[in-house]
């Protein structure tokens, strides 16, 4: 049945992007205790042991730090751990491997005029809260991102000087204390790029090369030390953003494309396609922090348009997260663009409902499961089509441009 405007206004009234009309039980997001650190950006964060570790960065006063502070999703607070040797640093990447956390290199300064880049890398135990210092990264790097798969760390790209970047990634191996060359991103020269693991693969992209902001998304497979390029991103360029992995999704959170952005998207990797999902919950924002804890993702710190942020926000999901390959529904939208009338080609028995969703996550069209339907009301623009069960999960999303 087409969605009226009486329909409309009250699905209006719940902004949260994939949400069931009686109550919103996923997707969405929930404020939580703020960084005990105070306001800070180009953090680190890693997690071990069912805790998040946050820390160094830049505070309010242009200082480096190099404090660590723990997060219990549990008791919703923060607490005050070993600070990390070295010197103070912003910029530096982090992993977790075997229940301990890895961070190492970054710059010592606030401004790149005033400082160096540092190689230096350590080892976090959370039982001891002690550190341990390991071999060096093969050279100075800052602005990298980095992951870990099968107990191994990854660090990918970063810059190594003025006007200088690196395409490289390496390997540690924390029981060998070894850093070992792999496949370089086949991207190119890239700088504030992210990351996320989805099983055993890791997804790889965004950031800036020499001159540009970028949308592209590459899968790294270490058991082949193979790139594969992946869809980009459908949304804007953007660098110094914020992910974490819930279930068989990836998820990327704002950032920056020369101003602040506040949009979340999910990748699922058995499509290779990307939904937008529920706003921020905060302010626009890049260079925060991003992780994942008892299934639901964390978002906080940061610099928006009014300065640094200690705020952080809790992500709660929709039940998709967890479907595999088999349980996507497959289907067609035609045509596509389309102006007053579409029509749905599938082959699965099990869509019931269709929701139609604007770029903001908002729900804005919603219909039972039928051939055709009409988009009269729609305005011209880009939207998600999403395909659900009869209990609300959804089963497959499709790109829909309206002329």
């Given at each position: 049945?087409?969605?009226?405007?009486?329909?409309?206004?009250?699905?209006?009234?719940?902004?949260?992007?994939?949400?069931?009309?009686?109550?919103?039980?996923?997707?969405?997001?929930?404020?939580?205790?703020?960084?005990?650190?105070?306001?800070?950006?180009?953090?680190?964060?890693?997690?071990?042991?069912?805790?998040?570790?946050?820390?160094?960065?830049?505070?309010?006063?242009?200082?480096?730090?190099?404090?660590?502070?723990?997060?219990?999703?549990?008791?919703?607070?923060?607490?005050?751990?070993?600070?990390?040797?070295?010197?103070?640093?912003?910029?530096?990447?982090?992993?977790?491997?075997?229940?301990?956390?890895?961070?190492?290199?970054?710059?010592?300064?606030?401004?790149?005029?005033?400082?160096?880049?540092?190689?230096?890398?350590?080892?976090?135990?959370?039982?001891?809260?002690?550190?341990?210092?390991?071999?060096?990264?093969?050279?100075?790097?800052?602005?990298?991102?980095?992951?870990?798969?099968?107990?191994?760390?990854?660090?990918?790209?970063?810059?190594?000087?003025?006007?200088?970047?690196?395409?490289?990634?390496?390997?540690?191996?924390?029981?060998?204390?070894?850093?070992?060359?792999?496949?370089?991103?086949?991207?190119?020269?890239?700088?504030?790029?992210?990351?996320?693991?989805?099983?055993?693969?890791?997804?790889?992209?965004?950031g800036t090369d020499e001159d540009l902001y970028r949308n592209d998304f590459w899968e790294y497979k270490p058991s082949l030390d193979q790139w594969i390029q992946k869809a980009d991103l459908p949304a804007s360029e953007r660098a110094n953003t914020h992910t974490f992995t819930l279930g068989s999704r990836g998820f990327v959170c704002m950032g920056t494309n020369g101003g602040y952005l506040d949009d979340l998207?999910?990748?699922?990797?058995?499509?290779?396609?990307?939904?937008?999902?529920?706003?921020?919950?905060?302010?626009?924002?890049?260079?925060?922090?991003?992780?994942?804890?008892?299934?639901?993702?964390?978002?906080?710190?940061?610099?928006?348009?009014?300065?640094?942020?200690?705020?952080?926000?809790?992500?709660?999901?929709?039940?998709?997260?967890?479907?595999?390959?088999?349980?996507?529904?497959?289907?067609?939208?035609?045509?596509?663009?389309?102006?007053?009338?579409?029509?749905?080609?599938?082959?699965?028995?099990?869509?019931?409902?269709?929701?139609?969703?604007?770029?903001?996550?908002?729900?804005?069209?919603?219909?039972?499961?039928?051939?055709?339907?009409?988009?009269?009301?729609?305005?011209t623009g880009l939207y998600f089509l999403l395909a659900k069960n009869a209990k609300g999960e959804i089963l497959g999303n499709e790109k829909l441009i309206v002329r």
């Open positions: 049945m087409q969605a009226t405007m009486k329909n409309f206004l009250l699905l209006a009234c719940v902004v949260l992007f994939g949400l069931n009309s009686d109550a919103q039980t996923e997707n969405y997001w929930t404020q939580k205790s703020n960084f005990g650190g105070l306001k800070r950006e180009r953090a680190i964060s890693f997690t071990a042991l069912g805790l998040a570790f946050v820390g160094t960065g830049v505070d309010t006063a242009e200082t480096v730090k190099n404090d660590l502070w723990s997060y219990d999703p549990i008791a919703d607070s923060w607490t005050q751990k070993a600070n990390m040797p070295g010197v103070p640093r912003r910029n530096a990447f982090a992993f977790s491997a075997n229940d301990k956390g890895y961070v190492g290199t970054g710059y010592s300064q606030a401004e790149s005029i005033l400082g160096v880049e540092l190689s230096d890398f350590w080892e976090y135990t959370p039982t001891t809260n002690t550190w341990t210092q390991k071999t060096s990264y093969p050279f100075p790097i800052y602005f990298s991102t980095a992951f870990s798969i099968n107990g191994k760390g990854y660090v990918c790209g970063g810059k190594i000087g003025p006007s200088s970047y690196t395409p490289s990634m390496y390997e540690y191996n924390p029981v060998t204390d070894t850093w070992t060359p792999r496949a370089s991103f086949p991207g190119g020269v890239r700088y504030q790029l992210c990351s996320f693991v989805i099983d055993n693969s890791a997804y790889v992209g965004l998207w999910e990748y699922n990797p058995f499509s290779n396609a990307w939904s937008v999902r529920a706003t921020y919950g905060g302010s626009k924002r890049k260079g925060g922090v991003g992780f994942a804890l008892n299934g639901r993702g964390y978002v906080g710190t940061g610099k928006g348009f009014d300065g640094k942020k200690d705020s952080f926000y809790e992500y709660t999901p929709g039940a998709w997260v967890g479907m595999e390959e088999n349980e996507i529904a497959q289907f067609e939208i035609y045509p596509n663009p389309a102006q007053n009338t579409i029509h749905l080609n599938t082959t699965s028995t099990s869509i019931q409902r269709v929701e139609i969703c604007n770029m903001q996550g908002e729900i804005v069209y919603t219909s039972e499961m039928a051939a055709s339907l009409n988009i009269q009301e729609l305005e």
